[in-house]
């Protein structure tokens, strides 16, 4: 399953936001050589201290995927594209449609087209969402499950999926996308809740406050940052995966798949040495019309086609995440 | 079923195209105040001629919808929005992606953003398509059926459905799709087959030349325009439809209700008095890749919804279409 990234040429889209900076960290100890393209929107999950420690021949572009002319020379001479650039904000794009769409859309699209145009032999992963399941009408849910975008974000980042696999089966790109559900892990953005609010919460924990949880029941499916990176890098690996799209889910908790956001507190108090408490909130009403109810992923057909699988349990990923904002919190305030 | 059209105020985008005009036609006949959007795309649908015999109060106005400038007037005194404009090339879609991505999602959505916020109470219909249903998994197709767009244009006219109905759901707009299977009858293109093979079909029949069969063995459903239009009216008239897509479908043709093209090609030499001939070809590599097999649609959901049922048989269709042109061809030419 893993071949040598020696030398290799990597191009990761939003490169130092939270999951792309943790697979920025793993291929540059692969060998590969990394450049991270980001464009450093505030509301977004990108941070400079995110690649701290990454040296030469690591490199950062500050910038806009969605800069046709900023891009070429970077399309031109990847290997491998890592596209994880995007706005993940479901409100927001409630609020600034047409923004959202010229971000995950428009931006995608003419990435795309530079690849098929420059570099029709690069590979790419696009980092797709689990979020266009809307409420899902089976658990878990498989990728045959019907695709139903709850908010205008799901909309679009179904869109740019389609555009992969499309590229893929009719101009034959090597492209893959991986739908993925609830990620959590070092570098994601604590400050408040935009990116996860299992972000938030750690950060009420380390500063001994009370985090809130809104609901308690609704079950989601969490995988830790470095199993993500694995799989990226496992989608990249195998040419099979080329026009499809993949189900991503978390390594099991107590036997099972996904877990309660109660259950989630739980654990979370558990990994900081049973320090720690919550509030109970009720579910905001503007939320609740795009909220998507319960959810764990079927992610056995990637499974199969890669031999990936998460392996980091939700405790330890916890304790792991705790303890690295333990650490930096500073650098995410 | 139908209310009264008296007085109310009816914008057709797409409105000099081949269903808009005819939904134009219509609506004038009811009594409705239309104004017509149009760009007048030269490669597609629209012509002057459509709209020949209207009169005022029906207004014309030579515009792009993508311009919230000179939309947002005609948003404003809207009480019914008949959504047809866009661009329909599948392989124009692949060259031009782009241009297909702002024709098709970004000036639609930039439209349901005015209406959310100038004119909130204007009931809309979205002109949507079957195209995205791919290669179909059983016949007849109903909207149960996965989505998986075989091309560019079939992501965009899928995203901008999605759109309306989130508007709909989300923001309470009285929206929305129909999915449209081959459309024909007065007022197609039919110079090129860029918007029906069938214009070109009916073209060279009145030429007396042999029309063009690519294949043959494949099936569709076909729909008369004027079925089409009623359609339209009564999705706008049934306001339990907010927020729903469904399907059309065509008259049955000797109980079947698609037929494959060699049927089709019988029916029109019937049609015109037994007279005309065809060539058959082979089906070209470049359009295989994205072709969609056969189709037939299940309209249950939207007969069920509305009372709307087609009348008009594919002879029959065939026969005044032909009727049209035999005095109008060269307005089309």
């Known amino acids: 399953m893993t071949t040598s990234w020696q030398g290799r040429k990597a191009l990761i889209t939003g490169g130092a936001g939270f999951l792309g900076a943790t697979l920025a960290h793993r291929l540059a100890s692969l060998g590969a050589e990394v450049t ?12 400079p201290f995110n690649l701290d420690g990454l040296a030469a021949p690591f490199t950062l572009v500050k910038g806009d995927i969605g800069d046709a002319v900023a891009m070429t020379p970077l399309i031109e001479r990847s290997d491998a594209i ?16 047409l923004g959202d769409l010229a971000a995950n859309v428009t931006a995608q699209l003419g ?17 797709s969402t689990r979020q266009f399941y809307g409420v899902p009408d089976y658990l878990p849910v498989d990728e045959k499950h019907a695709l139903r975008p ?18 893929a089966k009719v ?16 570098r994601m953005r604590v400050k408040d809740a935009r990116q996860t609010f299992v972000g938030i919460w750690i950060r009420r924990i380390l500063e001994d406050q009370p985090f809130e949880v809104w609901g308690g029941a609704q079950k989601r499916d969490f ?19 080329a026009g499809n799209a993949y189900n991503l889910g978390g390594a099991h908790h107590n036997g099972s798949g996904a877990v309660s956001l109660d259950t989630l507190a739980e654990a979370l108090i558990a990994a900081n040495g049973g ?59």
């Not at 991270?36 to 941070?47: K, Q, T």
């Not at 509030?279 to 909220?291: G, H, L, Q, T, V």
Request: aromatic fraction near 10%.
């Open 36 to 47: 991270a393209v980001d464009s450093f929107l505030p509301e977004g999950g990108a941070n």
């Open 82 to 97: 890592f596209n994880l650039a995007g706005r993940t904000g479901h409100m927001d794009s409630m609020s600034d449609p």
């Open 111 to 127: 990435l795309l087209e530079l690849v098929r145009t420059r570099r029709p032999t690069a590979r790419i992963v696009y980092a």
């Open 150 to 167: 709850p908010d205008v974000n799901g909309v679009h980042k179904l869109a740019a999926e389609q555009h992969h696999l499309i590229y």
């Open 171 to 186: 101009h034959g790109l090597a492209a893959t996308a991986l739908r993925l559900t609830n990620c959590y892990g070092p």
């Open 223 to 241: 995988t830790y940052a470095d199993d993500v990176a694995d799989a990226f890098i496992a989608a990249i690996d195998a040419p099979a995966c």
């Open 275 to 333: 320090q720690g408490g919550f509030k109970r909130m009720e579910f905001p009403a503007d939320r609740k019309r795009i909220d998507i109810g319960d959810y764990e992923a079927d992610d056995r057909a990637f499974r199969a086609a890669t031999g990936w699988a998460p392996r980091v349990d939700l405790v330890e990923g916890l304790r792991r995440s705790i303890a690295y904002y333990r650490a930096n919190l500073a650098h995410y305030l």
